[in-house]
Structure formats: C-alpha cells, structure tokens
C-alpha cells in the first residue's frame, strides 16, 4: 500500500494522558500536514513539517500539542495531558512538494476519543 | 473567520441527473482549488482541482468551474450515481514558499438515490 499511512486507527485517553498518532507519508513524499476535524465540521490545518523541520505550524494549539518528522520514521502528533476538547479525528497529509498545486494526499486519520 | 464556505450542508440528487456543489471563498490570494471526497471513517480522497488562471477543469463525470470576480467555485458530477453519496470539501491554498496549507470548507453531504 503506498498510500499515506496513520495508525492507530482509533485511539481512548483519559483527561490528563498523553496521546501520540503516527503518520508515514506516501512513497517518495517528504511534506507532511496535520489536520484536525471536530464533529460535523472541515478540516483545519494544525502544522506542516518537512524532515526534521517544522515549516508552519499557525493551526497548533500554544500548549500540549507538538508535532516531529525524524530523519527516519513516521511523523508524531503528540498530544499531552489531554482533555475533552482534544476529541476529534486527525487527519495527515503528504505532498511530493510545497509548491501550491500539487494535491495532498490523506490518510484515513486517527479517531481520538477522550475519556 | 470562514474563508472558505459551502453553504448548502447536504444535497439530495436522482441517480443520472447533475450533483452540483457549491463553494465560496473570501480569501483573494487563494490560487489553487481542490475538492475532495470523504466516505465514513475514511481519509478526504483528492478529486479534482483547478488553479485561479482557469475557469474551468474537466475530467470524466466530474467538473470545476471557477468564477474569480464572484469567487466562487462549484463542482459538477454528471451523471451522478449511488457510489458518489459521500460528503464533498472544497479547499484552497495560497502561493507560499512555506507549504500549501489547505483552508477548508464546512462539506456538503451530498446523497443520491437509486
């Protein structure tokens, strides 16, 4: 499958633990994007990230949420201490490049529910 | 603030006849357009797109047109079959040397029937 890959597919915290999602982005790939879709709503844009650098991230909450793309291995969204309003789908996304014309691809998000 | 707005939340169409689903944006200095197609616990799938010095893009059942001075932007599916119920999402993106972040619509449940 050389789709862009998130796991876990679904993913249970309690208030106060730490949530961690993973993305590997298509073959060939190397622009990753964090989405985040509450309830009945579209996607907002949270970060972008190129390896080992974060290129935007105007969409990340100030606190509790970062985001990494290592040299090696998937892109994390990590969510620390979290709380109800974390509940949402996260959606990742990976572009070929940063030019603005060229579609992202998505994976099928990681569904966090919050305790 | 909403820079990209799809004002209809759903829209009912018979099998064969033309879904057309509407987009509108605020934002100027958006210059690319895509609109994508979301089942049920899956991710958006991309469907088509068009950059702001086109009108119009085609390909197979499904159109875009773009309308700049009224910035709109809608998408045409005809025929229109049972297997294209799902919720639809515009989006748009600006010129930026630091990624094409994509601003998003609300969606349109869009279901047809047999």
């Known amino acids: 499958n050389a789709g862009v890959m998130q796991n876990p597919r679904h993913l249970v915290r309690r208030r106060g633990q730490e949530a961690r999602l993973r993305c590997s982005p298509m073959k060939g790939h190397s622009h990753v994007y964090w989405y985040r879709q509450l309830p009945e709503e579209g996607l907002k844009f949270m970060v972008y990230l190129q390896k080992e650098n974060i290129i935007d991230e105007s969409g990340m909450p100030k606190e509790r949420f970062s985001a990494e793309f290592p040299k090696e291995g998937p892109s994390i969204l990590r969510i620390q201490q979290v709380v109800r309003g974390d509940s949402a789908a996260y959606f990742c996304a990976s572009s070929k490049t940063e030019i603005s014309n060229q579609p992202q691809h998505f994976g099928d998000g990681t569904r966090l529910s919050i305790l | 603030d909403q820079q990209v707005k799809q004002n209809s939340p759903s829209l009912s169409v018979q099998e064969g006849r033309i879904s057309i689903l509407n987009c509108d944006y605020t934002n100027s200095m958006f210059d690319y357009f895509l609109w994508y197609k979301k089942y049920p616990a899956e991710g958006p799938t991309f469907l088509i797109s068009i950059s702001s010095i086109k009108d119009k893009n085609e390909d197979g059942r499904f159109t875009v047109f773009l309308n700049k001075s009224a910035k709109h932007l809608s998408l045409h599916i005809v025929p229109s079959q049972p297997g294209d119920s799902a919720v639809y999402f515009c989006?748009?993106?600006?010129?930026?040397?630091?990624?094409?972040?994509?601003?998003f619509g609300g969606g349109t449940r869009l279901m047809v029937k047999p």
């Open positions: 989006a748009a993106s600006t010129p930026n040397n630091a990624g094409n972040m994509l601003t």
